[in-house]
């Protein structure tokens, strides 16, 4: 009794006359069902084992049904099942908006015959004996008259097996070549049976790079499915290969679906079950299964189904399938995955991020190597703020340089060269790709098990180099050191960031591997002898030195630059390190605590910038030295050059910038040199440039006082003035503004009218640079105030964020995107109205250290509300930066109530009297100057150490807190 008329849509077509309908899919994989058109007897397709051909146009009516019925929605009906053949069912189908009757085209055409009358029957048996006939006349398809044509009919299908069709051998001749197919079965998301055309080649293929969940292991059948079933040599057992890919091919045992397996398989077979597709043969695994891309056509696109399932959620991505993917492929697939993680698509709906130290990061830019830390860490000057920036290689690690008592870990120091013989001096592209958190600091906390952590920036850097033909290339930083065995590829979690060239860098170390380069020698390397004679105490040594390095020019590689004019030397030749100075040239020194060599020291002007003018032309280059003499200190002196386009002598060059001085006792005659040194020094003095920006002819014998004065205490009549503190930046630390300073109503009132006129305006210049002014809008009331920019934090193009400080307050914030807007001409010209200021006499800890926090708290407290205080200045020097803020001053105050000018009821004698400070006295006769002041504040003092008040909670700290080591700068060094 034939069924209702149902819709589905035509799923697959395994034969000449049978069909495979889905019907509507709700919210999963829809139900199916075969049909074998009524009435109607198709040729047998052969089986792919090889124990029954084709019968003759078999394929060409299986394809004349798969072209004109696959994807195609349809009606049909159940009409008739036979009790012979259990399970199978009959019935007519329609498709188009015209209703074709399938089974009647199918004769019509030629590609199917029309059982004799009897028994059960086509509803439309009329129509079909019809057509038949009409087909038959004119000697189409089945009924050529052409005998020839029978016989070409019959594919000759290869074999896949013992002396048949061997995968590897078609890999091999037909790798990354597309290759025309149909595919025949969907085994899962990801595994494919596929017919390769013309020549008929039955292969299964797994979708390269990627893993749709099982759909599980049924147990094999006890009995031969029935022979006469026409198509049922498409539902074949899998082939040996997938088999073994499973694992156990012959187990009895049921296996059950992974979770979304079902789901998976149908999204494959919607988009390319019995579609002709292109297959990109990329790999094989020690199976023999065969990998590739699969593409298929929708709308006229060419689509990549692997992307497609990732994307999805219906697979996920493989590490040893990636690598089979040229980069580009391999990181858009990682890429799609991650996303479909994030937005909880298909399998991933339940998701839960694993906790790991890395995330993603982004940013490219161009800069300079200035440093190598290790063999996979570098110190990039940026080309365009200016500022370094530490890089550490993403998806590699170095042998461990160790610290300077450490032992190097093999090959540690051949990593390093190599980077630094590389890059050192060079412009390279850096992409910033992940950040990392990783402990510092172990054990040295006073904790028990407490540990700090680190963040570093990891990325891909490249330089331009040639290749072997003479042809420029960008290479790869991480893999010229991979090829070479010096480093290590990282074998990351699935949910940790990796390198975006990760499958190029795992191919580069498995053919370091093969060469057994480096690391994978299984040799020990050449051991390491160094004698260094820099250190402090070696004097005696250093002398013994002297005559073999006296003889000629010398190569030497600049290991450390300990001050703008003092450098540690590593010279090959004589395996020795060595402390050098360019002859007769000293540059500004840095603050030194006192110690059992000498008292405490004050920073020169520009010490910094001289520190970082030698560091940027000479750290880690190779360069070319000719010594004259050691000192007693064991500091070897002559002349320093660095060869190249841009050949430098490091003293001339210091001094010609402003940043050095020739010592009083120079002898020119000395030096080959000399004269050539003095008229540098000389054109500096002239120009007043950086050091000698003070300097004036008449009191030329005097200069070096003035300098020292200039950045003291002053002797004379302090100067004084009513100030209004506008920020606390620590417990010593603050910024003022001058009362009833005209300028900040000024600006005021211009802000406020420039916000009204041009509410909702935004920057539209770009992205800005270090040291710009700009206009900010300040979080806490939304308000326009003039800022500069001191980092820049995101180069986002649509919302960029920085660093501002705010120019007439002092205080720092976050900003970006509509936040931020160009200043006009006339704001910009007024200087900042903030004034950077410390508590004269004073030393608060910092406030990162104990009691910084409480001492920021306390100078708040007294400071705070907007009241106005006296402020009287007792020195004033730079406030040591560098940038755009470099010619600002650094004021030494001490503040009063303007009813009590008494320093005893000063806030400074409120700041030691409570134990948050302690008492910083000048030497000298700056002392004296001070005496009566310095006496009030040394009273309150007194009185928290006997009362055991804050720093003096433990009674007396002595003097080991002022010896404070210098700050380590961005590339770990002092």
Known sequence: MATPWLRGTVREVPSGDTLVVAGPSKGGPPPTKRITLASLIAPRLGRRDGSSQDEAFAWASREFLRQKCIGQPCTFRVEYTLDNIPGREFGSVFIGSQNENVATSVVAAGWAKVRSPGGSQSAFYDDLAAAQSAAESQGLGLWTKDESAHSKAIRDIPVVGEGGLDPLEMLQTSRDKPLPGIVEQVV?????????????????????????????????????????????????????????????????????????????????????????????????????????????????????????????????????????????????????????????????????????????????????????????????????????????????????????QDTPEPYAVEAKEFLRSKLIGKEVNVSLEYTRKVPINIGESGVDGATDNKVLSLGTVTISDKDQSGQPRNSNVAELALSRGLVKVVQHRPEEERSMHYESLVTAEQTAKKNKKGIHSGKEPAPFHLNDVSVAGSGKKAQQYLPFLTRGRLHATVDYCLSGHRLKLYIPKEGAMIAF??????????????????????????????????????????????????????????????????????????????????????DASRVSNGTALMKAEAAAKSAKCKIWQNWSPPAEGSSAESNGTANGHASGPRETMHVTVTEVASGREFFVQKAEEPRVAWLAEQLRELALSSSGSSSSAGVLKVGTLCLAQFTLDDQWYRARVEEVRSKDPINPQYTVAFLDFGNRETSGGARIKPINAALSAVPPQAIRCRLAYCKAPKLEDELGQEAAQHLSSLLGDGRKLLATVEAKERAGQSGPAASEQLLHLILCSPEDTDAAASVNAEMLAVGLARLQPPRGSKAAASRDTLEKLAEAQERAKSAHEGLWMYGDPGSESEEEEPPRKAWGRR
Request: with cysteine; glycine share 8%; net charge neutral.
């Open 188 to 404: 899962n998301g990801s595994v494919l049976r596929l017919t390769l055309l013309p020549d008929f080649h039955p292969i299964y293929v797994m979708v390269a790079g990627v893993q749709a969940p099982s759909m599980g292991r049924r147990p094999p059948p006890t009995a031969a499915p029935a022979a006469a079933t026409n198509g049922d040599a498409s539902e074949g057992r899998t082939a040996a290969s997938v088999a073994a890919a499973a694992s156990s091919a012959g187990s009895a045992t049921e296996t059950p679906g992974e979770a979304y397996a079902a789901q998976a398989r149908y999204f494959t077979e919607i988009r390319v079950l019995n579609r002709e597709i292109r297959v990109i043969l990329k790999g094989a695994d020690k199976y023999n299964n065969l990998f590739g891309q699969i593409k298929y056509t929708d709308n006229d696109q060419a689509v990549d189904l692997g992307m497609e399932l990732v994307t999805s959620g219906s697979a996920r991505s493989v590490d040893w399938g990636l690598r089979m993917l040229d980069e580009s492929s391999a990181f858009k697939l990682r890429e799609a995955e991650r996303t479909a993680k994030q937005q909880r698509t298909g399998q991933w709906v339940n998701w839960t991020p694993p906790a790991t130290p890395s995330s993603k990061l982004s940013g490219d830019f161009t800069g300079t190597v200035t440093e190598v830390v290790s063999g996979d860490c570098i110190v990039v000057a940026d080309s365009e703020s200016g500022s370094e920036r530490r890089v550490t290689l993403s998806s590699v690690r170095a042998p461990k340089i160790g610290r300077r």
């Open 581 to 666: 100075s360019p002859s007769g040239v000293r540059t500004p020194s840095r603050a030194q605590a006192a110690s059992n060599r000498g008292p405490a020291t004050k920073e020169e002007p520009f010490w910094e910038e001289a520190a970082q003018f030698t560091r940027r032309h000479c750290l880690q280059r190779d360069v070319e030295i000719e010594i004259e003499t050691c000192d007693r200190g064991g500091t070897f002196l002559g002349s320093l050059e660095v060869p190249g386009a841009k050949h430098l002598d490091l003293g001339l060059a210091l001094l010609e910038a402003g940043l050095g001085s020739l010592h009083p006792s120079f």
